[in-house]
């Protein structure tokens, strides 16, 4: 019996998401657990107004990322895993932690973006957050760094 008998994989197309996606797929394929995808459209450049989403209709964007969850769980049906997929618009900050409660999951799978500290000052990320508004674990998939951004130290 596996400690973890729902996972919840947050998964976008990034380098992050897809990296995350593959080590979730390494971690319930053997353990047949109950799986659940989460991919979440950030809606804080709308909040914020940034000019180029308003270029952008929010119906586009919101399809698309539609389309990417279902991407992620073709590539989990692929390797014979079932899950099921949920979408959200909103902070990921409060959307996971918010689905991991009603799911009530024991592992949640996230990715990890590199970034100097300018960079998450400048876009205003304090992911640690996460962390502390969980009360399951949480597994961070770490890309290699081959994009020449250093760790934050």
């Not at 995350?20 to 450049?45: D, F, G, Q, W, Y």
């Not at 279902?70 to 996971?96: M, N, S, Y």
């Not at 799978?109 to 000052?121: C, D, F, I, M, Q």
Request: with cysteine.
């Amino acid at each position: 019996m596996s400690a973890f008998g729902r996972v919840l994989l947050c998964y976008d197309a990034t380098r992050e998401g897809q990296q995350a996606l593959k080590e979730a797929c390494a971690l319930v394929e053997p353990l047949r657990v109950e799986t659940h995808v989460l991919s979440i459209l950030n809606n804080s450049a709308w909040v914020q107004g940034a000019d180029i989403t308003s270029a952008v209709p929010f119906d586009v964007v919101n399809n698309a990322a539609k389309d990417l969850l279902q991407e992620g769980l073709k590539k989990l049906a692929a390797r014979g895993i079932q899950a099921t997929g949920h979408f959200a618009v909103g902070d990921p900050l409060d959307q996971i932690p918010f689905f991991a409660e009603d799911l009530k999951v024991d592992l949640i799978v996230v990715g990890h973006r590199r970034a100097t500290r300018l960079a998450r000052w400048w876009s205003g990320k304090n992911d640690g957050l996460l962390l502390d508004r969980v009360r399951c674990s949480v597994l961070v998939a770490m890309c290699p760094a081959d994009d020449g951004a250093q760790p934050v130290t």
